[in-house]
């Protein structure tokens, strides 16, 4: 696998020739910045275009906490600690020519702890083009709207887990109401999950972040919604990419 190691970590994504070339692993280790980033080999072999994409976001994000860090380490060289950056994508799904990617994302600059979320991508396998959720819906607002209430249960669910007390059930779910909107699942961080039916999708997750719905010490939370729950309205030609019941991805961070 190829890599790009400290003093290098920058490739020009346009010049390589070969997916070959695209590095797996980038690394940066310097006073400033410490930053890992690794790409699952399935991503390369679908579609070079997706390797692409996410290298050069990788870069991005390297390049402007380097930016960051060096300016803060010269203004302030006593209380200044190295900057920490992580990402690891993985391939969590795929069905037709679809395919559904996860990213864990951990960032330090300096304070108290670090924060981390876990981001989706959905891709074309074929073109490597990007995909948002709104695309295999036939009226994307009205088809989420008309399951809310599914992601509301859910959250509510995964906060009474958290907290071992059912009793605030109803609470949880009504604060979900509050805060979650069709319109904030439609633009917030998707990924399809994998079904107990081979070649299918489950269903989708919907990522939040610490602190998107609750305190930092809650944690993330990644919130499924089974496919039976908004097959009604999905386009004709997505719905049979989507069958069974959703099962469980093993995440970082959880």
């Known amino acids: 696998a190829a890599n790009a ?10 010049s390589i020739a070969s997916v070959d070339d695209l590095p797996r692993e980038i690394i940066v280790d310097e006073a400033y910045l410490k930053a890992e980033v690794t790409i699952d080999e399935a991503v390369f072999e679908k579609a070079p275009a997706i390797g692409m994409d996410l290298v050069e976001n990788a870069q991005i994000r390297i390049e402007a906490m380097s930016t960051d860090a060096q300016a803060y380490q010269q203004a ?20 037709g020519n679809l395919v559904s990617l996860e990213g864990f994302h951990f960032t330090f600059t300096g304070g108290a702890h670090g924060n981390y979320f876990t981001d989706g991508r959905l891709y074309n396998g ?3 083009e990007p995909m948002r959720l709104s695309t295999f819906f036939r009226e994307p607002q009205a088809a989420i709207q008309a399951h809310m209430e599914t992601v ?9 887990s958290r907290a071992g007390d059912v009793s605030q059930l109803e609470r949880f779910h009504d604060e979900a109401m509050e805060l979650i909107s069709a319109d904030m699942v439609l633009a917030g961080e998707v990924s399809f999950v994998p079904s107990n039916k081979p070649g299918k999708f489950g269903g989708y997750v919907v990522h939040f972040a610490p602190y998107d719905i609750g305190s930092y010490a809650e944690g993330a939370y990644h919130v499924t919604i089974p496919q039976a729950a908004f097959r009604t309205g999905l386009k004709q030609q997505y719905l049979a990419l989507f069958d069974g019941e959703p099962v469980e991805v093993e995440r970082l961070g959880d």
């Open 5 to 14: 190691e400290a003093g290098s970590a920058t490739v020009d994504v346009a």
């Open 76 to 95: 302030d060289p006593e209380y200044f600690r190295p900057y920490g950056l992580r990402i690891k994508w993985t391939v969590v799904a795929e069905a």
């Open 126 to 128: 074929v073109t490597g």
């Open 152 to 160: 509301w249960q859910e959250i509510a669910r995964l906060k009474v």
